[in-house]
């Protein structure tokens, strides 16, 4: 149980808070915890109470405590560790959203391989994901693909410059111009655009046929983390394609675990969704390549 903004550790006290490090508020309910792992305690008396329902928190979340007789809610209460219990695995917590305790660079890399690997890993441990959490992951994918486009196209252009005039260094810009302008304006499309447009669908779709735990910000903060495997939009054309379908795959896993619907719902809403966009991004280009707007 560590302070999504620090990273501080908040067993024991009892909230709001606020986190004794960086003094942010926090709930109880904002973390997702394993069941039977953790213990709540009233706060009036200190009477212990399981959680045992999908977020591992006690079911239901107000009661009277039978100790003390107070009404208790459990956003009010205590959490400790149950004996023996490590605080690992206690919860799983998100690698990105560890990221100043860890560094940039090494929550990059662990965010990115869960991504890929363990999707749902990147959501476990806190209920509401927030937005600029998962657009600053996806910002730095897409960031990371358009660095790496720029420096491809400017060894394209250095060598066919060298082909041409005998000096690597061409004469102007306009080839390298060329190149990376659909790299970074298609990276910002997809950031700005296409996964907010995929989110509304997703979220639509999700909640015709049953409910979601969190609101739309979710949906949508669970889809920029899905953006991970976009990383391999570095190889040229091929990558294109294998990003897309694993995108799918880790995005309908981190949309199960973040609104907690079945893995079938997730799946279906990822699938048409995913459909929806593709037929309206060809429509878009070809309506602009054809003029016929
Ligand atoms: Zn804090
Ligand atoms: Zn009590």
Known sequence: MRCPACDYSLWGIRPPGPCPECGRDFRTTEFIFARGKVRFLCPSCGEAYQGNDYEGLPDPRAFACVTCGERVNVDDMPVELAKGVAEKSAMVASPWLRRQSLGLRKATIKTLLASFFDPSKIVCGVATLRVRDALAFAGVVWGFVCVIGVVFSMIFVMYFSWG???????GN??????????IVIGAMIMVFIVT????????????????????????????????????????????????????????????????????????MAMLLSTAVVLVFVFGAFVSWRFNIF
Not at 164 to 170: D, R, V
Not at 173 to 182: E, S, T
């Open 164 to 170: 041409f005039t005998g000096s690597i260094w061409p």
């Open 196 to 267: 907010p447009l995929q989110a509304l669908i997703v979220h639509g779709l999700l909640k015709t046929n049953g409910s979601v735990r969190s609101g739309f910000g979710t949906t949508l903060a669970a889809l920029y983390y899905a953006q991970g495997p976009m990383i391999l939009n570095i190889v040229p054309y091929l990558g294109w394609y294998v990003s897309c379908v694993w995108f799918c795959v880790s995005g309908a896993i981190v949309l199960k675990t973040a609104q907690d619907v079945s893995g079938w719902r997730a799946s």
């Open 173 to 182: 810009f306009n080839g390298l111009l060329y190149l990376m302008r659909p």
